[in-house]
């Protein structure tokens, strides 16, 4: 076993270094000028642009964390959330992409609070510093999610404490997005794509031919109630939050309902996409927006076969390994212990790399985007305005640092749900600056004033409702986004109209976003 271990060992090292090696070749070209570091120039082709798109945006909950709610509960939840996802990302590609890519050219933004502030033409900053506040807090603990994968990858499969692994990952991260910036992330997120979905096809054409075909995988699932059903739930019988098993038979109670509100809960997720930094940045860093005809396409067919095989993943690993995983947190260990117990080492370290890849995809997009907000929107934007280059480089690079260290200190709970992180996250910037981002775009009348009230409101009520409202369970038991969305497009609607119109400039500017002038 020991050697099997240091087989997967060496394919993963052997991974990092070629990422590292991404970052090198890199280097030179992202330390430039900001814009280079921060977006590459605008220069991404549709492949690359799609495929970093998605994997920065489903990071290591792809494989860990969907797989891990399936094999707990079932599809249901695991399902809708994934059709919500679907739903977004399409609808996200269609009516947000190009029009964002020209806006935010006229514009002059490198980044996404700077297209906020100039879509308003503001003088005081107000805008741009709340955005960047929001987005500092949001992705630390969206980075926070990214290290608890690592530490859970790293710790089940070398046997190694939980907290020195995470720190490990954290620093390769860390290490990775200081060299190379936004194109390097991008590059290597391309092939980051490719490696998760090889990853996630091995896994389950293995394991579903080990379980005995789809067949066997369905029946087991029928087995057990509300495992397989889109309006039930599985409830795990569990003692201390540990399900119990009876000579070797994993115990359920009966199936619990999973009605309208949590359907329309869980598709809410898909409303997450118009305001997710990561992916949006993808937008204003293509070449030409005609290419994004080809990237909404790309991006589309990646994430219906990921979401798809992922959720079939929890359902292949509950067949085969009914009682390994026993807590909600050690579910999501289950594409692992898919990996090592079925492929030879070699392969299974090419597939743990898979892994690896999603959380290096994500974080690093994470890591480099909350860097370009303090150093560029708050650092250069309130503070000393006529920065240099060279010195907004070095203060990212300083924030790089301190960002991580918090997600440090947020991910040293070896028992937190992947799931759960990324879900507040996910809210917080789906209901901060996705009814911003559409009403921006394709509503005249919106003004600052408005601006300021969406995002303010939808930050905030992502908090109030996640930890005063949905607690008190029945109707309120509403995952997040969803009130806080429309809370957010109700108060930038209002706001608009009981304050002044935007100036004509900004409303002529609008129009000629939109003719393509």
């Not at 600052?448 to 009230?453: L, N, T, V």
């Amino acid at each position: 076993m020991m050697g099997d271990s240091m087989q997967i060992m060496v394919v993963m090292i052997a991974y990092m270094l070629v990422v590292i090696g991404i970052g090198v070749a890199f280097a030179r070209r992202a330390n430039q000028s900001s814009e280079d570091y921060f977006l590459g120039g605008r220069t991404l082709g549709p492949w690359v642009t799609a495929m970093s798109a998605e994997a920065s945006d489903m990071s290591g909950w792809l494989l860990m964390g969907l797989p891990g709610v399936a094999y707990w509960c079932g599809i249901s939840d695991a399902a809708w959330t994934a059709i919500g996802l679907a739903a977004g990302t399409y609808i996200n590609w269609l009516i947000t992409s190009k029009r964002l890519r020209r806006y935010s050219e006229k514009a002059n933004a490198i980044t996404l609070p700077e297209f906020f502030s100039n879509r308003f033409h503001e003088q005081g900053k107000v805008i741009m510093t709340i955005a960047a506040l929001f987005i500092l807090i949001f992705f630390t603990v969206y980075a926070a999610s990214c290290l608890v994968t690592c530490g859970k990858l790293f710790s089940t499969l070398f046997g190694f404490g939980y907290v020195p692994m995470m720190i490990v990952g954290a620093v390769f991260v860390l290490v990775y997005t200081i060299i190379g910036g936004f194109l390097a992330e991008s590059a290597s997120d391309f092939m980051q794509a490719v490696v998760m979905i090889v990853a996630l096809l091995v896994i389950v054409i293995t394991g579903t031919a080990a379980a005995g075909g789809l067949g066997a995988v369905v029946e087991n699932a029928r087995s057990i109630p509300g495992f397989l059903t889109f309006f039930g739930i599985a409830t795990p019988e569990t003692v201390d939050g540990v399900q119990q098993a009876v000579n070797g038979v994993p115990q359920f109670g009966e199936a619990g309902s999973y009605g309208f509100l949590n359907i329309i809960s869980t598709l809410a997720w898909g409303l997450g996409y118009f305001g997710m930094p990561q992916v949006l940045l993808r937008f204003m860093a293509i070449r030409h927006e005609k290419e994004l005809t080809a990237s909404r396409r790309i991006a589309t067919v990646w994430v219906l076969i990921s979401l798809c095989v992922a959720v079939f993943i929890g359902l292949v690993g509950r067949t085969l390994f009914p009682t390994a995983l026993t807590t909600a947190s050690d579910a999501e260990n289950v594409f692992i212990l898919l990996s090592t117990s079925l492929l030879p080492p070699i392969l299974a370290g090419l597939v743990m790399a898979g892994i690896l890849a999603a959380t290096i995809s994500s974080s690093d997009s994470y890591l480099l985007i909350a860097a370009s907000a303090f150093s560029k929107n708050i650092y250069q934007g309130l503070f000393h305005r006529k920065a240099t280059d060279r010195q907004v480089l070095t203060v990212s690079r300083l924030t790089l640092l301190a960002v991580t260290a918090v997600a440090i200190v947020i991910a040293l709970d070896e028992n937190s749900v992947i799931f759960t992180i990324v879900s507040f996250a996910w809210a917080g910037f789906g209901a901060t600056f996705g009814p911003l981002m559409l009403l921006s775009l394709f509503w005249k009348r919106i003004n600052r004033a408005g601006a300021i009230a969406g995002m303010v409101s939808g930050g905030v009520m992502v908090f109030v409702w996640n930890l005063l409202i949905r607690p008190l369970g029945g109707v309120w038991d509403i995952y997040e986004l969803l009130p806080a969305f429309l809370i957010s497009c109700l108060c930038i609607v209002v706001t608009s109209l009981v304050t002044a119109p935007p100036s004509q400039e900004i409303q002529r500017e609008f129009d000629e976003v939109r003719a393509g002038v």
